[in-house]
């Protein structure tokens, strides 16, 4: 049994079974509790998998390649699946301020021969920093030199009468560049309501940062709201930047 314990709530998750077995080298870890149920399959070491997770990003963003941040790769392919049941001790203890429903699913697999990662993730609901979204869809692809990352949300509730409808987000990352391309579009609403933003991004290690919007626009109660070219959004570790930027 599992418990976790704050000054304002206590949970109790009080079945976990964790089985392991290995099969001509091709592990199989299954995890079945009240909390998840999870499953992990092909030749696998976890520490191997901890140095991959935490130097993923440096791959596509080689300016933060350092002593301690270098590209791996995992040596055998590996396929994965993970359920949650329920979510409000993972919320609590890792997400703080989002909180998943139950039934949120992820999966994927990694090719090991050409280093290409698949992973998806899906959520019945989402509360995330004030937003209540409906029908999460999270998409991955990573290959040796680009990452593509989407996000599908039909409806974002802003408040109860407020919201944002068929909210799509598409990121490319490579070579210390992201170019990230969103847009909604309520489709219900009475009078005009949609955006469209492209957003350049480039690294600098890990201190700076500059970003710049592209023949982006929105509309709001039909009056449209254009950002004017020319723009920029500089970030460091002491200051922050902004020239240009208007609508």
């Known amino acids: 049994d599992v418990a976790y314990k704050d000054k304002i709530d206590t949970i109790d998750v009080e079945q976990i079974l964790i089985t392991s077995s290995m099969i001509d080298k091709q592990r199989e870890l299954t995890v079945k509790s009240d909390l998840l149920d999870a499953k992990v399959e092909g030749e696998f070491y976890f520490k191997e998998l901890g140095k991959f997770i935490n130097n993923f990003f440096v791959r596509y963003i080689p300016s933060q390649i350092d002593q301690k941040h270098q590209i791996t790769n995992l040596s055998n392919n590996l396929n994965f699946n993970i359920e949650l049941h329920n979510s409000a001790l993972l919320s609590k203890v890792f997400f703080k301020r989002i909180k998943m429903s139950d039934h949120t699913i992820v999966k994927g697999r990694y090719d090991a021969v050409n280093h290409h990662l698949i992973i998806n993730a899906e959520s019945p609901f989402v509360e995330a920093y004030g937003l209540e979204i409906k029908d999460v869809s999270v998409g991955g692809v990573a290959s040796e030199k680009v990452l593509d990352l989407s996000v599908e ?9 407020i919201s944002i409808d068929n909210f799509n987000l598409k990121s490319t990352i490579q070579n210390d560049s992201v170019l990230t391309k969103l847009n909604w579009n309520n489709l219900n609403d009475k009078n005009r309501n949609e955006g469209d ?7 600098d290690g890990y201190q700076k940062m500059t970003n710049y919007l592209i023949n982006s626009y929105t509309y709001i109660s039909d009056s449209l709201w254009s950002v004017r070219p020319g723009n920029l959004i500089l970030t460091d570790t002491s200051y922050v930047m902004v020239k240009g930027l208007g609508i």
């Open 153 to 161: 949300l039909p409806q974002i509730f802003v408040s109860d009468s």
């Open 197 to 203: 933003f492209t957003i350049a991004t480039k690294f």
